[in-house]
């Protein structure tokens, strides 16, 4: 199957489980692993950083799959916090060759990270995802995670 083949196939799949789920962790968790099942040779690290509601300018690790995450990232800080502050998807085909990067995991090569928005367009969470290869994401997947989470996060 082609890379947007999973994709269709999966966002079918995550609004059929989360039908009717309102809960935030539940739908992170459901996010994250049904993604990174789909993807198992490209996505090493899947899931959520949110917005503390106590730090509005900095992030911390929710729901995810993988290795150990950072625990808590600034906006404006590695492709993560920078996605937060620019409210704009971030690909980055070799994190090593960008200033501010944070290496929670050496192994990671390249990166994703898709804003996430409630309904009322206020950002609650970034959706991050990781490679052990160079150049794994373009705008394929920018255009299926940026469906996917406002499907789930912004109705």
């Known amino acids: 199957m082609s890379k947007h083949e999973i994709y269709a196939e999966t966002a079918a799949q995550i609004?059929?489980?989360l039908e009717g789920e309102t809960d935030r962790?539940?739908?992170m968790a459901t996010v994250s692993c049904l993604l990174s099942q789909a993807f198992?040779?490209?996505y090493f690290w899947t899931g959520f950083y949110?917005?503390?509601p106590a730090r509005e300018n900095e992030l911390v690790?929710?729901?995810?799959?993988?290795?150990?995450?950072?625990l808590r990232i600034p906006f404006g800080r590695g492709v993560c916090g920078t996605a937060a502050a620019e409210r704009e998807t971030q690909i980055v085909e070799?994190?090593?060759?960008?200033?501010n990067?944070?290496?929670?995991?050496?192994?990671?090569?390249?990166?994703?990270v898709v804003p996430v928005f409630d309904r009322s367009g206020k950002l609650i969470a970034v959706f991050d995802v990781d490679s052990t290869e160079k150049g794994t994401f373009d705008e394929v997947d920018k255009d299926w995670l940026e469906r996917i989470v406002a499907s789930i996060f912004a109705k």
């Not at 929710?62 to 290795?67: D, I, N």
């Open 94 to 99: 070799d994190v090593h060759a960008i200033p």
């Open 50 to 52: 949110i917005v503390d």
């Open 25 to 27: 962790t539940a739908q």
């Open 61 to 70: 690790v929710g729901p995810y799959q993988g290795t150990l995450g950072c």
């Open 101 to 112: 990067h944070i290496a929670c995991d050496s192994r990671s090569n390249s990166e994703i």
């Open 15 to 17: 609004e059929a489980v």
């Open 40 to 42: 198992p040779d490209s």
